[in-house]
């Protein structure tokens, strides 16, 4: 039986992260200096957390970041956790200390540099790593890669390979905009990028690792924003009236209520199960992580999304407004549903591990 309890370490991070944030005020709709709640959470060495001692960082691991991720989500925060936190950590912890430029890796670790995270292809234009000489020669495109638009470099996953792709690469674009839910990203074009045998930092195996860790950090904010969403409509029902009564007291609103939390509970355990697959280094991690991520997901998709959805239903009206914050969480569950592989690819990963198993029988 898995421990679900939280270290003095894990308490620590999740304290922290939600002081900063609620300090600047969050969650609230508008516009937010990101760039300043950044600078504040580095100051507090959370950009080091999940990296090595030897390169500066605390050297915690992917169970402990999750807090922050949540802290995030639930506080409606764009921060870089996970393409230039979580991501790069990892390539270092899997990949060795040399996977990395030294000098990118101590401006990581002090919150001074940003990676985008390229994982997601273009439907039409798939990105292709094709052996050249000397190197390897990138066509395509990736769309809504994180905190791609200013970063100094990007990550850039294929399904055999990660490559580390300095932003003035020749033959690089970089088109930014936001998601629906405000979040920086940007779409990168490869148009003949020639690459160096130095630039891929790693194969399939970390290439997989990467992408269902990015899938775990998105699930957890959304976990965050979800969370939110539950308090916002527990105090609304408690405060509406309608027909000379608290909405609350409705017993059919009353259900739709408990199917809210209760699906949050069930999240909540997938989160912190997948997030400790990831930190497995044993023989089996692969197999076991990647059920325990693509399950998260498939719960993602099919309970927390409409649960999301219900709650703008048992807000009416003023859950569809701008001003109000429902919306911009909401929108974070949506954008985590779409972004490290969409629902119909985990439930295909879900059935080849399944059909694994039995032929195994």
């Given at each position: 039986m ?5 270290s ?6 999740a304290?922290?992260v ?6 600047h005020?969050?969650?609230r ?6 760039a300043?709640?950044?600078?504040a959470l ?14 500066g960082?605390?050297?915690?691991g992917?169970?402990?970041?999750t807090f ?6 639930r ?8 393409s230039s936190?979580l991501l790069?950590?990892?390539?270092l912890r899997h990949?060795g200390a ?5 000098e990118?890796?101590?401006a990581?670790?002090a ?16 990105l ?12 395509g ?6 905190n ?13 390979a990660v490559f ?5 690469t020749?033959?690089?674009s970089v088109?930014p905009?936001?998601?629906?839910d405000?979040?920086?990203a940007?779409d990168?074009?490869f148009?003949?990028?020639a690459?160096?045998?130095?630039a891929?930092?790693g194969?399939?195996?970390?290439a997989?690792l990467?992408?269902?860790a990015?899938a775990?950090?998105?699930a957890a ?9 539950n308090?916002l ?11 000379g ?14 199917d ?9 355990s ?10 497995d ?5 692969g197999?076991a992580?990647?059920?325990?991520v ?5 719960h ?6 409409p ?6 239903q048992l807000?009416?009206?003023?859950g569809?407004?701008?001003?109000y914050?429902?919306g ?10 779409m972004l ?12 080849h591990?399944l059909?694994?198993?039995a032929a195994?029988?």
């Amino acid at each position: 039986m898995m421990d679900f309890s939280l270290s003095d370490e894990q308490r620590m991070v999740a304290d922290s992260v939600a002081q900063v944030l609620g300090d600047h005020g969050l969650p609230r709709a508008g516009t937010v200096d990101h760039a300043a709640l950044w600078r504040a959470l580095a100051g507090l060495e959370l950009a080091g957390l999940p990296f090595p001692a030897s390169v500066g960082g605390a050297g915690l691991g992917v169970s402990d970041l999750t807090f922050a991720l949540i802290e995030g989500g639930r506080f409606g925060a764009d921060l870089p956790l996970v393409s230039s936190v979580l991501l790069p950590a990892l390539c270092l912890r899997h990949g060795g200390a040399d996977t990395l430029p030294p000098e990118l890796v101590a401006a990581l670790v002090a919150g001074h540099a940003l990676l985008g995270a390229a994982v997601d292809d273009a439907p039409q234009e798939p990105l292709i790593a094709q052996p050249a000489r000397d190197g390897f020669l990138l066509a395509g495109r990736k769309v809504a890669c994180l905190n791609a638009a200013g970063a100094a470099a990007h990550l850039v996953l294929t399904p055999d390979a990660v490559f580390l792709v300095p932003a003035d690469t020749r033959g690089l674009s970089v088109e930014p905009y936001a998601l629906v839910d405000g979040r920086a990203a940007a779409d990168l074009r490869f148009d003949g990028v020639a690459l160096s045998v130095t630039a891929r930092i790693g194969g399939a195996a970390l290439a997989r690792l990467l992408r269902d860790a990015g899938a775990l950090a998105l699930a957890a904010d959304a976990l965050g924003a979800m969370l939110r969403i539950n308090v916002l409509t527990l105090e609304h029902l408690k405060t509406r009236q309608q027909f000379g009564q608290k909405i609350g007291r409705f017993q059919a609103l009353q259900h739709r209520m408990v199917d809210m939390v209760h699906e949050t509970e069930h999240m909540t355990s997938l989160v912190y199960r997948a997030a400790m697959a990831c930190d497995d280094a044993g023989e089996d991690g692969g197999t076991a992580r990647a059920r325990a991520v693509s399950q998260l997901r498939r719960h993602l998709a099919t309970r927390i999304r409409p649960a999301a959805a219900a709650a703008i239903q048992l807000h009416g009206g003023i859950g569809m407004t701008a001003e109000y914050v429902l919306g911009a969480l909401v929108k974070r569950v949506l954008v985590a549903d779409m972004l490290f592989g969409t629902a119909d690819d985990h439930a295909a990963r879900l059935r080849h591990l399944l059909v694994a198993e039995a032929a195994a029988l």
